[in-house]
């Protein structure tokens, strides 16, 4: 835990202080923050108040007198719920602003873990809670140097195994081999591995109408075959196997026959997808070369906002994009204003995907690529980006 570093946060962002609270592990944020011991039991509430400034405070039952020991400040031990509310009602004084792991109308679940009756509890003190959604992502989303470097290498050996891919594909069609998408799967899968890459899930391989599922992934017992004239979305994601690596995570598109054979409603479906990713990321580029705050879900609105008056708009049925650390999907913002509000901004230092999708009964087509967000520029991994539908023949 770097007490300086939230400190520092909590003073750029005026408030008085953060206060985190666990039952059983349910607050995944305040165990990665704090960084505290995977192994050790945790069946007590606690919680642990850092002040903007001052030693921090840790409040821990009679039962677990030990399971904060490893941080710093001051502890202090309740017995019965009634010294707990009164201790905890002498860490505040009335008009505080604090920050907790909290959503308003939980409009961003993936930080709603702290429970309504113990927000209702610390609020009964005369204290206002705001959201720690950009404090977290201050420790949970943004990149070392060493991870930046990372995932870039990570996505050069993507890219690598995909090139690969491809042409191994294009070979066997050409000799008239059978092929089906739990094949071309493990196949890629092995290609990906003999990169020196971490795969712990398989690629997504999806033909024609099962690309319109965004999740679907072939299975030994359920598949199908890819022949001549199939429309194939690719998605594949890993990362190195060091520790605290970050992942690298992209969607290509593939056509089993020659270029003047693919259909043109697929090439205007695919060519509207990548319209849709390009005026994302020049919002982006726009956005972060002056000093307003970027915040995710206005991504996700220029993203949408094209493929909708285009008449897809129903087709387009995730967000934008994912937030990616030692996680293919982070704990920082998200490109979304569909599933989720994430108001979050796209801080310095993390990374994130930029992946519109369109989905029809037929066929489905996505185009993702990856972005690491700087100071004053966006920087896009994973590069050529793709602009038109590979052929296989």
């Not at 070392?144 to 990570?154: D, F, K, L, M, V």
């Not at 509207?272 to 000093?291: E, H, P």
């Amino acid at each position: 835990m770097n007490l300086e570093r939230i400190q520092q946060a909590l003073q750029e962002e005026r408030l008085q202080g953060w206060l985190f609270y666990d039952f059983r592990r349910s607050n995944s944020i305040a165990h990665r923050i704090l960084e505290l011991p995977r192994e050790q039991m945790f069946t007590r509430r606690w919680f642990y108040w850092v002040p903007a400034q001052g030693e921090p405070i840790a409040l821990v039952s009679a039962v677990e007198p030990h399971v904060l020991r490893s941080l710093p400040g001051e502890q202090r031990i309740f017995r019965s719920w009634q010294e707990l509310h009164a201790q905890l009602r002498d860490l505040f004084q009335p008009g505080w602003r604090i920050a907790m792991e909290y959503s308003p109308h939980n409009a961003i679940p993936y930080l709603s873990l702290v429970d309504a009756g113990t927000i209702e509890l610390v609020r009964s003190y005369g204290v206002e809670i705001v959201s720690s959604a950009d404090l977290a992502q201050h420790f949970v989303a943004r990149l070392t140097p060493q991870q930046i470097a990372s995932h870039r290498e990570a996505g050069r050996r993507l890219i690598a195994a995909k090139d690969r891919l491809l042409e191994e594909l294009t070979s066997d069609l050409q000799a008239g081999r059978t092929l089906n998408e739990y094949s071309v799967q493990q196949r890629f899968l092995a290609l990906m591995r003999a990169q020196g890459l971490l795969v712990e899930e398989p690629p997504l391989i999806a033909v024609n109408g099962n690309a319109g599922n965004p999740h679907y992934a072939p299975t030994a017992e359920h598949h199908s075959p890819i022949r001549q004239g199939d429309l194939l979305l690719i998605d594949f994601w890993a990362r190195l196997p060091e520790p605290e690596a970050i992942y690298a995570d992209y969607t290509w598109m593939a056509f089993v026959g020659r270029q003047d054979d693919i259909p043109s409603r697929q090439r205007e479906v695919f060519a509207l997808v990548c319209q849709a990713r390009d005026a994302g990321l020049d919002f982006i580029r726009q956005r972060l070369a002056t000093t307003q705050p970027l915040q995710a879900y206005e991504v996700d609105d220029v993203v949408r906002t094209v493929i909708a008056r285009a008449g897809y708009g129903e087709a387009f049925v995730h967000r934008s994009g994912h937030s990616i650390t030692t996680a293919e999907h982070g704990e920082g913002a998200h490109l979304d204003n569909l599933e989720t509000h994430d108001e979050r901004r796209l801080l310095p230092g993390t990374c994130c995907s930029l992946e519109p999708g369109i989905y029809l009964p037929d066929f489905g087509v996505r185009s993702e690529i990856n972005l690491l967000i700087h100071e004053r520029e966006v920087e896009v991994t994973g590069v050529p980006m793709q602009y038109e539908i590979v052929p296989l023949l």
